[in-house]
């Protein structure tokens, strides 16, 4: 049974920088793609960013393109979000997911991924 557990949410200034990791176990890490995603209040669940499983290719968001970069170790089986120039926008649970199938570089929809984290709260305040 695939495990994902994000940690590095917090509170920052409207600027600012944090780094979210996502520690995967229960499934040969290498070998899938990884996704970030974010819900807002009332908001449906929205893609962040993605990255291959040699990390060989990235994907954002239009909202977070030029700020956020995506990352990955796989002799860490961690995933990594680093998010710069946060905005209030930018507001949200921010959920670590896995795609439901090994070598499938296609994951950008919610559906696409088969497991996922418990989410971490990023608040920016303006």
């Known amino acids: 049974q695939v495990q994902l557990v994000e940690s590095g949410g917090g509170l920052v200034q409207a600027g600012g920088s944090l780094r979210l990791s996502c520690a995967a176990s229960?499934?040969?890490?290498?070998?899938?793609?990884m996704g970030w995603f974010r819900q807002a209040p009332e908001k449906g669940r929205e893609f962040v960013a993605a990255?291959?499983?040699?990390?060989?290719?990235?994907y954002y968001g239009d909202s977070v393109t030029g700020r956020f970069t995506i990352s990955r170790d796989n002799a860490k089986n961690t995933v990594y979000l680093q998010m710069n120039s946060l905005k209030p926008e930018d507001t949200a649970v921010y959920y670590c997911?896995?795609?439901?199938?090994?070598?499938?570089?296609?994951?950008?929809?919610?559906?696409?991924?088969?497991?996922w984290g418990q989410g971490t709260q990023v608040t920016v305040s303006s």
């Open positions: 990255i291959t499983w040699t990390g060989t290719f990235t």
């Open positions: 229960g499934r040969t890490f290498s070998t899938y793609t």
């Open positions: 997911a896995m795609s439901g199938r090994p070598y499938d570089s296609g994951s950008r929809l919610p559906p696409d991924f088969g497991s």
